[in-house]
Nanobody, 121 residues
Framework: QVQLRESGGGLVQAGGSQRLSCTPV????????VAWFRQSPGKERERVAD????????AYAYSVKGRFTISRHNANNTVFLQMNNLKPEDTAVYYC??????????????WGQGTQVTVSS
């Protein structure tokens, strides 16, 4: 089974930027879509962004639209989440996942272990 590895989390000040990376270990993303989710204590898990196989038509949560950009580089098997103008409410554990959308529901085939992003005010 393909495992996913996230990197790039850490502490950043409000207004700053951070880039998360996701790479598959033991395989490739193949034809699956890739998404980033996040979850903070006491809140439901939120799908932040997702992108299709060919990198077409990314979709974003309203809370991050205009600030976050997801990109997919199939040649080097990496998906990035560029996060700009970060806010304290963006603080969460961010998870990379590959899978597919079934209607509006995400069906994850594999999930990473998550990387903590902390935004200080």
């Amino acid at each position: 089974q393909v495992q996913l590895r996230e990197s790039g989390g850490g502490l950043v000040q409000a207004g700053g930027s951070q880039r998360l990376s996701c790479t598959p270990v033991g395989g490739t993303f193949g034809s699956y879509a890739v998404a980033w989710f996040r979850q903070s204590p006491g809140k439901e898990r939120e799908r932040v962004a997702d992108i299709g196989e060919s990198g077409r038509t990314p979709a974003y949560a309203y809370s991050v639209k205009g600030r976050f950009t997801i990109s997919r580089h199939n040649a080097n098997n990496t998906v990035f989440l560029q996060m700009n103008n970060l806010k304290p409410e963006d603080t969460a554990v961010y998870y990379c996942t590959m899978g597919y959308l079934h209607g509006s529901q995400w069906a994850g085939v594999s999930w990473g272990q998550g990387t903590q992003v902390t935004v200080s005010s």
